[in-house]
């Protein structure tokens, strides 16, 4: 199996920056692609950056230019940097990856973090 955990998250200011980490944690896998989504209370979940293993990245237009995503392949790790924050980015953001590990017959599958809090308040 393969888990992610989130950290990072916390209370920000408007205009502020704060940054994420992902970690991929288990035995026998590989991770292709990890990415960030948010979920707001009442709303949908919503697409924020991905990157893959060769060092693509794709942003959704609403945190293009203020977000960065990077990724420590050597440890399993993605990273959102999160700069000129606004109250409209305050969500819950939850961690993916596409990987194969031996514990699923090395089938593709989409794994999911538990999320961590981003509060953008003055």
């Known amino acids: 199996q393969v888990q992610l955990v989130e950290s990072g998250g916390g209370l920000v200011q408007p205009g502020g920056s704060r940054r994420l980490s992902c970690v991929a944690s288990?035995?026998?896998?590989?991770?292709?692609?990890m990415g960030w989504y948010r979920q707001a209370p009442g709303k949908e979940r919503e697409f924020v950056a991905s990157?893959?293993?060769?060092?693509?990245?794709e942003y959704a237009d609403s945190v293009k230019d203020r977000f960065t995503i990077s990724r420590d392949n050597a440890k399993n790790t993605i990273y959102l940097q999160m700069n000129k924050l606004k109250p409209e980015d305050t969500a819950a953001y939850l961690c993916?990856?596409?990987?194969?590990?031996?514990?699923?017959?090395?089938?593709?599958?989409?794994?999911w973090g538990q999320g961590t809090q981003v509060t953008v308040s003055s």
């Open positions: 993916a990856a596409k990987g194969a590990a031996l514990s699923t017959g090395w089938a593709l599958h989409d794994y």
């Open positions: 288990g035995s026998n896998f590989t991770i292709y692609g």
């Open positions: 990157s893959t293993s060769l060092g693509g990245t």
